[in-house]
């Protein structure tokens, strides 16, 4: 979806570099998610944020940071880069209500790999 | 806590075929059900939800699902695919206590043409 992009799409880098994958959107969602995707794993949570002021850890939080710059703008940090953290990264907005009804919308992913 | 059980990990088709791919959530409450579609090399798009009202959902591309709560499943299916369906689905749950998404494994549908 072109309203939720991603940057880098590609990234290759050593053990122990700091990294950051960004995340921007234009649909107004207050709601953003990092992801990592594992084959066979599925998509695991690392962090969200409901609102800026709002940033909670997810299922796999361990080895990273998040920072919410704004309401269009959450990144996601991995500050000592391990190769265990090689994976697809995907950011995800949604609209949301106070039932948690909300449908997600995913970015194009990032391709990390840690060598 | 709640939990997506994906019990198809890889499923071969030959076009025109039926599919129906399995999804079982472990939440006992109200719950949020949904399909999404991942197409080589792209990001994951929505193929359907379910929220509340009649358990049988379509959604786009011709695949329906069902929701049995009985069963606590969700279980994805299309009357005839075709080669163009190859994509990893995934089902996805989030229920009233909860304040995230979360998804199974994964099924990795492959149609041969």
């Known amino acids: 979806d072109a309203d939720v992009t991603q940057t880098p799409r590609n990234r290759i880098t050593k053990t122990g570099k700091r990294i950051m994958l960004e995340c921007s959107q234009t649909k107004g969602h207050d709601r953003m998610y990092w992801y990592r995707q594992d084959p066979g794993l599925g998509l695991r949570l690392i962090y969200y944020s409901f609102d800026v002021k709002d940033i909670n850890k997810g299922e796999i939080s361990d080895g990273y940071s998040v920072s919410r710059q704004a309401q269009a703008k959450f990144s996601l940090s991995l500050e000592s880069a391990i190769p265990n953290q090689t994976a697809l990264y995907f950011c995800a907005t949604s609209d949301g209500d106070r039932e948690v009804k909300d449908t997600q919308y995913f970015g194009p992913g990032t391709r990390l790999t840690v060598l | 806590a709640q939990s997506v059980s994906q019990h198809n990990h890889h499923v071969i088709l030959s076009e025109a075929a039926s599919l129906e791919l399995g999804c079982n959530y472990s939440?006992?409450?109200?719950?949020?059900l949904f399909w999404y579609v991942q197409y080589p090399g792209q990001h994951l798009q929505l193929l359907l939800k379910?929220?509340?009202?009649?358990?049988l959902v379509k959604g786009i591309k011709g695949f329906e699902a069902e929701f049995i709560k009985s069963k606590f499943s969700f279980n994805l299916r299309k009357p005839s695919v075709q080669w163009s369906d190859t994509a990893e689905y995934f089902c996805a749950v989030n229920s009233g206590s909860a304040r995230q998404l979360t998804f199974g494994s994964g099924t990795q549908l492959t149609v041969l043409p």
């Open positions: 379910y929220f509340s009202g009649d358990p």
């Open positions: 939440y006992g409450g109200t719950v949020n």
